[in-house]
C-alpha cells in the first residue's frame, strides 16, 4: 500500500489518480498509523515552502515523515515535496526537514518568465532504472519558483535548464524526487511512476 500523504497542499487526486491507472494499491491519509504501516510514501506539493512546513508541524507529519524516510521506507517528493526534503528554503526563509542538505533558492527572473509553467527536458544524468523506457531528454510538466540545490551533486540524476541548469530529479538511497509533476506528465510521467514503483 503506498500512502500519499494528506498535509492540505498538493495534487492528491491526481497522484491518486495516476496510481489507480497503474492498478496500485494506495490511500490519501494523513494518519500516522497508515503512514507507518504503509509500503511506500508520496508527499506532493503546490505551495509555499513557508505553509507546507506549517502544516506538516501542525499535523505532526515532519517528525514521522523524517523517521519513515530514516528506516529506508521508499519516498517519493513531487514539486514541493522535494523541496521540503531541503535544509531550507529562500521561500519564506524557512527551515525544512533537512533531510538532503541543501538549499532552495528562487529563478532571479531577468531572463525568463517565473514561475516556469509548462513543459521542460529532463537531461538524464546517469544510467538509471528511474528512466527505463523513457527516451533521453523527455520533456515533462514544470510548475516552479524555485530550484533545489543539494550539496552532494552525485544525488543529482536528473537536470532541467531554466536560466540556469538545476536538479529536477534527485534519486539518494529510498529517497527519489523530481521538481516535475509525473502525474501531469502524460505517458512520460505514467512511465516514471511505473518504474518508481517497480524499484520500491
Avoid at 24 to 29: A, F, G, R, T
Avoid at 71 to 83: S, T, Y
Avoid at 138 to 166: A, H, R, W
Amino acid at each position: 500500500m503506498i500512502v500519499i500523504i494528506d498535509y492540505g497542499l498538493g495534487n492528491l487526486g491526481s497522484v491518486k489518480n495516476t496510481l489507480d491507472k497503474l492498478g496500485v494499491d494506495s490511500m490519501i491519509s494523513k494518519s500516522r498509523k497508515d503512514i507507518e504501516k504503509a509500503d511506500a510514501l508520496i508527499l506532493p506539493g503546490v505551495g509555499s515552502a513557508k505553509q507546507g512546513m506549517k502544516n506538516l508541524k501542525e499535523r505532526g507529519l515532519d517528525k514521522i515523515l523524517i523517521n519513515e524516510i530514516k528506516k529506508g521506507k521508499p519516498f517519493l517528493g513531487i514539486c514541493l515535496g522535494m523541496q521540503l526534503l531541503f535544509s531550507e528554503s529562500k521561500e519564506g526563509s524557512v527551515r525544512c526537514l533537512n533531510i538532503i542538505k541543501g538549499k532552495v533558492k528562487q529563478f532571479n527572473g531577468k531572463s525568463l518568465k517565473v514561475p516556469q509553467i509548462g513543459w521542460n527536458t529532463v537531461e538524464q544524468k546517469t544510467e538509471n532504472k528511474l528512466f527505463k523506457n523513457i527516451p533521453k531528454n523527455s520533456s515533462f510538466y514544470f510548475v516552479n519558483s524555485y530550484y533545489c540545490l543539494p550539496n552532494d551533486k552525485s544525488v543529482i540524476v536528473g537536470e532541467t535548464e531554466y536560466e540556469i541548469n538545476y536538479c529536477s530529479v534527485l534519486l539518494k538511497n529510498n529517497i527519489t524526487a523530481t521538481q516535475f509533476h509525473p502525474e501531469k506528465s502524460g505517458q512520460i510521467g505514467l512511465q516514471f511512476i511505473k518504474n518508481w514503483i517497480k524499484k520500491i
